[in-house]
């Protein structure tokens, strides 16, 4: 049975195409269609299996290739034919080798990104990486892909990044991803970034700082300073209390959620004093409890500001612009607290969830499900709030240093202050 080809759009769509509506080969021959490169998919029965898989392209032509392949082997898993073998084959034979541009290539990659439906903010990663590329290949006057194969480029496009140790190291990722992306589909012959090594420590856990006890008395305090804070943009005005800000702090302290998941909290998660979440890496329902305080806090901020109490009645719904306009109000409250040991940022106070439950004896199994994440990484992260790692320390510690034979025991010297 042959196979039927669909391209499925985005919501990132370069073209301006709905999100998740599909389009045809047919569609886009029409001189009104606007052109994109979000991936398409092949869909039929092989060996009495109905599926939809993403053939990993962008163009028709590969498309089918790739489509023709499953065919012939009759299986959705067998051995498959590189991408594009069968066309740079052809173009081989007669003498050709595939010209693909920088702006190509780079726009292919983002949407293969875009398909794989990843977070907002981690496309933004690779929306800023691939800018910064094409600034690079700008100042050395490149246009085609194979003008990037040079190493000595890559060597110094490396050297011109100002990142953290561990920021490089992801991003020297993302650069090996790139050429890896563009090598498989047979753009350049091999990648030119797979010899560059990440500084040393990219690879060492980062250390986690959640707030004290201290620091957070002394922002509930600040808040409290602020009073009443009136705005006003364009034609729309209105106002927010510090209050407004000790409840959204307390919300994040008690649940352990992304600035941009508290910002957009719906009153619609709470059952009474419990709070449904559904956890992003996990994709688990989970509920957590949330104190009396915080609840009437909660349904007393609703009852002014609606279902969603943290959102700007009639301002956008958009969850990264709704993190940044509280980005800014915990801006406010973080400057008058002072002088700070260790800069404030909102995911601290995830850490500070995490803390608070390590500290009081929740298992860092139960406290990995709490926040959807593994309990390796609790271990690797949070390792020195686990209290039954500092025991064990302290037994492995006492069993190795004491001595079977004690030291000669010290001596006063005659004449000297004090005693040892």
Known sequence: MRLNLQRRHSERCAGGHPAYSRSYESDERRRACKQCFCPIYAGGTLSGVFRRKNTECNDWEEARIVADTWERTGSWNGELVPVAAAKLEQHQSEGAHPKITIQFATDAYLSNRA?????????????????????????????????????????????????????????????NGFFNFCVKRKWILENPAQHLEPPVGAGSAANKTPFTDAEIQAMYAASRKLGIVKWKSGAREGEWSGEEVVTFMMLEIYTGLRIGDAGSFDMD?????????????????????????????????????????????????????????????????????GKWEERPHPHRFRHTFVRILLQNGVSPADVAELIGDTEEMVRKHYARWVPERQERLTRILQQALTAKVAPPRLVSIAGKRGRP
């Open 115 to 175: 398909g794989r439906e990843i977070k907002q903010s981690t496309y933004k990663k690779y929306k800023t990486f691939v800018k910064q590329l094409r600034d690079f290949a700008d100042t050395k006057g490149y246009v085609m892909m194979e003008q990037l194969q040079q190493i000595t480029d890559m060597d110094e496009f490396y050297a011109r990044w100002k990142d953290g140790v561990r920021a490089k190291g992801k991003k020297l990722e993302r650069l």
């Open 269 to 337: 998660r709470l059952k009474g004093n419990e709070c449904f979440l559904q956890m992003h890496k996990t994709d688990k329902p989970l509920f957590t409890w949330l104190p009396d305080e915080l609840i009437h806090r909660l349904w007393e901020l609703a009852e002014q500001r609606g279902a969603r109490p943290f959102m700007t009645p009639g301002g956008s719904t958009r969850m990264e612009t709704v993190a940044d306009l509280w980005r800014r109000k915990l801006n406010k409250v973080w400057a008058l607290c």
